[in-house]
């Protein structure tokens, strides 16, 4: 049997595309293997957004040619693929396959041809493309991504997404409650469900907030996520949802990227700082112990000292569990390349340190608050250092328990929070016959 190795770079829907390819591969008698240096066809699904990302995956890429076997096909699918499409194919003599977002359905055939001499690239964008008959090979029983819609039709200037993903689609609701009771019937009990702005669902008869309604209603279903929404398709209707959904989470990833209106409006964002403050006060109402992170850039095109203190003051108005923070990273093709006043590097690496140092601040003052709180814990793991089970809240913060036995990997389990390092905590499972207070 021939055997495919995966590496996976970038977001969650890159992780389940991965588990996509091997379905597809899988059904064609592949089988998926750890090592490198035994793989018949070695994959690296990418990521394009941020330079950085695909730096990486070129410096991989040297690496990965010395592992292989001399007859091993190499292919780089994902983003990275996508926007540089046969391109690659010149720059890095290594790669005989370039497969973008939509093409996944043809690798086995790409793959024949690249074993018959060629070296083949497929970035064509198939609108109706949804994997559906493919059944995605997992590796976890416990927590299962499920993507509902794919691409993306928002324009803001900074990101290639568009054009790495294609126009935006949704997949038909009863699809997506299928495959989550099938998860369901083989001991899945969370789901994330994954879009670039996945509460914009809308598969033409429904929307997100009865997608969430109705795969809350899944039979064994205990956890519900999803990522990323954009922030002002939170409808009314949304927010009713989440907060009559039992299943859903207290734990909401809301990319804002700046606090500035001025650089939103550069940004072409939908929403100004006002705005975004006022979803954030509506899901505070409706979900009072939601959990809020989100994603910032620093050194946007025009982005001013004072612009970066609303960033600032916003971290702090909004009072953040966490935030992911980047350096603007130019993307050829985006409109943002064509703005003027481009921060120099400099300052833009001197804003993202006193942005991490607000964000940590902000984090440690919240978790060290809910120190001596008791919530419920999914046991994801053993944690990889030390004697400790690792836990995930509804909130999303992750937990160290102490002493617990690995029958309890997959399990929910009522827990203290003893302790924290700013980020994360220590954890002691609540014995029986203790008193329950769980918050969150
Ligand atoms: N430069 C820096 N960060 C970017 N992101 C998207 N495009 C860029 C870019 N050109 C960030 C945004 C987005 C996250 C996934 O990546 O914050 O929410």
């Known amino acids: 049997m021939p055997r495919i190795y995966i590496e996976t770079y970038g977001c969650q829907m890159n992780v389940s595309d991965s588990e996509l390819i091997l379905g ?14 035994v793989a018949d066809v070695i994959l690296v699904n990418t990521c394009a957004v941020r330079d950085h990302a695909e730096q990486k995956v070129l410096s991989r890429m040297g690496e990965l040619k010395r592992f292989k076997q001399p007859t091993a096909v190499l292919g780089v699918v994902g983003c990275m693929a996508q926007r540089l499409g046969p391109r690659l194919l010149e720059r890095v003599p290594q790669v005989d396959l370039v497969v973008g977002p939509d093409g996944y359905r043809g690798l086995p055939e790409l793959i024949a041809r690249v074993r018959g001499g060629e070296r083949a690239a497929d970035v064509e964008f198939r609108r109706w493309e949804h994997y559906e008959d493919v059944p995605p090979v997992r590796n976890t029983p416990i927590s299962a991504f499920v993507t509902v819609q794919r691409g993306c039709d928002y324009r803001c200037t900074f990101c290639i997404v568009p054009m790495t993903r294609g126009p935006e689609r949704s997949r038909m609701l009863d699809d997506v409650v299928r495959e989550v009771t099938d998860l369901a019937h ?13 509460n914009s669902y809308d598969d033409g008869a429904h929307d997100f907030a009865d997608l969430l309604r ?6 064994g279903l205990r956890r ?9 398709d939170f409808s009314e209707r949304v927010i009713t949802a989440m907060a009559e959904t039992a299943a859903v989470c207290e734990h909401v990833h809301l990319p804002v990227q700046s606090g500035s209106s001025r650089v939103l409006k550069r940004m072409l964002r939908r929403y100004d700082r006002a705005r975004y403050l006022e979803v954030v006060a509506s899901l505070r109402r409706a979900i009072p112990a939601i959990a809020l992170t989100t994603d910032i850039i620093v050194g946007f095109p025009g982005e001013t000292e ?9 971290v702090d108005a909004v009072a953040f569990d966490d935030a992911y923070t980047f350096k603007y990273s130019p993307r050829e093709g985006t409109p943002a390349t064509r703005l003027k006043d481009a921060v120099p590097d400099d300052v833009a690496g001197e804003r993202l340190e006193r942005l991490v140092a607000a964000v ?13 709180s008791t919530h ?10 030390g004697d400790f089970l690792q836990g995930r809240t509804r909130t999303n913060k992750v937990a160290l328990i102490g002493g617990g036995p690995d029958a309890w990997i997959g399990q929910y389990r009522d827990v203290r929070l003893t302790g924290t390092t700013g980020s994360t905590f220590t954890a002691v499972p609540l014995g029986r016959g203790q008193e329950l207070a769980v918050v969150g």
Not at 24 to 37: F, I, K, Q
Not at 189 to 196: A, H, K, P, R, S
Not at 214 to 219: C, F, I, R
């Open 24 to 37: 597809v591969l899988g059904r064609n008698g592949y089988t998926p293997t750890d090592d490198p240096s």
């Open 186 to 198: 083989s001991g899945t009990t969370e789901v994330t469900l994954l879009g670039q702005t996945v």
């Open 214 to 219: 109705a795969v809350g209603a899944v039979a």
């Open 224 to 232: 519900l996520r999803f990522t990323s929404p954009y922030p002002t």
């Open 306 to 314: 004072a612009d970066f203190q609303e960033t600032l003051s916003l």
């Open 360 to 372: 940590r601040a902000v984090a440690r003052r919240k978790n060290v608050a809910l120190v001596g």
């Open 376 to 385: 419920e814990v999914l046991v994801e793991g053993r944690a990889k250092r």
